[in-house]
């Protein structure tokens, strides 16, 4: 039978289909009425067609010759529910297309062994002597895309590959970005004259741990591959990694492939060592990178490991993204920024003891004029209103996107100072206020003022001094909820008297009471 019949109606297709392989009557000859195979019955029957093709492993090869590419979708699927490792092997040896992703399929289905099998197709084997195709493969993806890890159950399937990492935006390449580095040593006579197939994963890191024996197995295949296979991770997280483990993994990785760097160094494992700073140089595509608990010395008093780092992010021509948290940054923000010669579109500075001279330095430098977006969440920039927080907000007027200023000690007289050069903010999308000693009355005045900011749709506004207790500048439970409400009756009636009700604005979550545990989202 020859199902490379291209016209073919998929109705057809999937009755042959079904004929073939006896689960048909052979009885049935006369083909059903066209209406009848656009019936919702019709998908239900290739799938049991496809299940009763992987029935019969062996058979698998082949039959593939006999494959409209059409097909290898569906029984792909099944074979990836059914487990059945040598379909496969064979489906992927034969695979008509340069991509395939299996996101969706690993939440629905978490089998390591299916997954295995995916990756013992890549390796280079004799065509099959009934199945000539050759696979068109050249791109993996592994990767999830934030709706599929959404989903229900996402959670439990995931937690079985504990080293994997949603991703929640898969932005794409830049033209002008580097192109990966030709491997060393690659033998011509592995895939002829074709490029090595890319295989898309982000990875969590965390330690110190036993690496998962996937993980395992995939790095050893790419490095015994002599280049025939290219392990490229957009997102790369790494939380307290043992080191001499995590310079073995990042020569296995392509860092010209690494988009998205999240570095947690709780024990300062990685903020000592030089050569992690040396390998963050060689990712030359970076175009965020996030730092947090990283302990920076700076001269005189320090040691030269944060001059070493910094000489090496000064590399990092593509950066646009910095986020800095929980980190001891006082007075030294300059020399962090400084070595940067691109500007950046998003600065987040959380939680670093800033100082007022950070403030006015940032306010001076290159980036201000090109930021999108600001978060200064978790610093105490109450002594610096009206003067830095305000020049502040002036440079970054034009482009500014979204604001963060939880947590700042912020009181009703440092919001009444800048609220003129906050409302010069034209393009302002989303405002987060939360965690700051306002009062009923100044929230009324904020939205007052920020209405006349049409871009303006998400504000996080604090609860009001009038509905709960404030201890060191974060609001403390019990929160009055009668109150509170009444606050958020007067917003939405003034929101929509200004004929804003595009508008959201939302209270935080209260803080939990002291002795209580917060409880999970």
């Known amino acids: 039978m020859d199902f490379r019949l291209h016209r073919m109606c998929p109705g057809l297709l999937c009755v042959t289909f079904a004929r073939h392989f006896g689960l048909i009557p052979q009885s049935s000859r006369r083909d059903p009425p066209f209406v009848e195979m656009s019936t919702p019955a019709l998908p239900t029957l290739l799938e049991l067609a496809a299940h009763r093709l992987l029935s019969n492993e062996p058979s698998a090869p082949p039959v593939l010759q006999e494959f409209t590419v059409d097909l290898f979708p569906p029984v792909l699927t099944a074979a990836f529910a059914m487990g059945h490792k040598e379909a496969l092997k064979a489906l992927v040896q034969a695979w008509p297309f340069p991509f395939l992703r299996l996101g969706s399929l690993i939440v629905q289905w978490p089998n390591q062994d299916s997954l295995q099998a995916v990756l013992d197709g ?30 229900k159950g ?39 004259a074709q490029e090595p197939v890319e295989l898309h994963v982000d990875l969590f890191l965390r330690g110190p741990f036993k690496l998962d024996a996937f993980l395992c197995g995939l790095l050893a295949k790419v490095e015994q591959s002599c280049g025939s296979l290219r392990l490229c991770c957009r997102k790369l997280h790494i939380e307290e990694m043992p080191f001499d483990s995590l310079v073995g993994i990042l020569k296995t990785l392509d860092l010209d492939s690494i988009q998205e760097l999240e570095v947690f160094d709780w024990f300062r494992a990685l903020s000592e060592h030089s050569l992690f700073v040396t390998q963050l140089g060689r990712i030359r595509n970076l175009r965020s990178l996030k730092l947090a608990y990283y302990h920076w010395a700076f001269p005189p008093e320090g040691e030269q490991s944060s001059i070493h780092f910094l000489s090496h992010l000064s590399q990092l021509h593509h950066l646009q993204k910095l986020h800095l948290s929980y ?65 502040l907000l002036q440079a970054v007027a034009r482009t500014l996107q979204h604001l963060d200023l939880n947590h700042c000690w912020l009181k009703d007289t440092h919001l009444q100072a800048i609220l003129p050069t906050l409302c010069c903010c034209v393009h302002l999308r989303s405002l987060g206020l939360s965690d700051n000693p306002f009062s009923r009355a100044s929230l009324l005045g904020l939205l ?74």
């Not at 439990?156 to 192109?179: D, G, Q, R, Y």
């Not at 500075?349 to 007022?356: K, N």
């Not at 001094?465 to 509170?484: I, M, R, T």
């Open 154 to 192: 996402a959670f439990e399937a995931l937690a079985k590959f504990p080293f994997w990492l949603p991703s929640t935006v898969k932005a794409e390449m830049p033209e002008n970005m580097a192109k990966p580095r030709p491997v060393e040593g690659v033998k011509e006579e592995l895939r002829g």
């Open 448 to 521: 007052e003022c920020t209405a006349s900011l049409m871009e303006l749709k998400q504000v996080l506004y604090p609860i009001p001094v009038e509905c709960c207790a404030y201890v060191h500048g974060l609001s403390w439970g019990p929160v009055d909820k009668g109150k509170l409400s009444e606050v958020q009756v007067e917003l939405q009636a003034l929101l929509q008297a200004m004929q804003r009700a595009d508008m959201q604005w939302r209270p935080p979550p209260p803080s939990p009471l002291p002795g209580t545990l917060a409880q999970p989202e």
């Open 122 to 151: 890549l390796e280079d084997s004799p065509v099959h002597k009934a199945c000539p195709r050759r696979s068109l493969l050249r791109v993996l993806d592994l990767t999830l895309a934030f709706e599929q890890v959404q989903c």
């Open 327 to 391: 980190s001891y940054l006082s007075g030294n923000l300059h020399q962090v920024l400084s070595c940067l010669q691109t500007p950046l579109h998003t600065l987040e500075i959380r939680s670093c003891t800033l100082l007022d001279t950070d403030v006015t330095f940032l306010s001076q430098s290159l980036h201000a004029t090109c930021l999108k977006k600001l978060d200064l969440s978790g610093n105490n920039l109450s002594y610096m209103v009206p003067g830095p927080l305000a020049a």
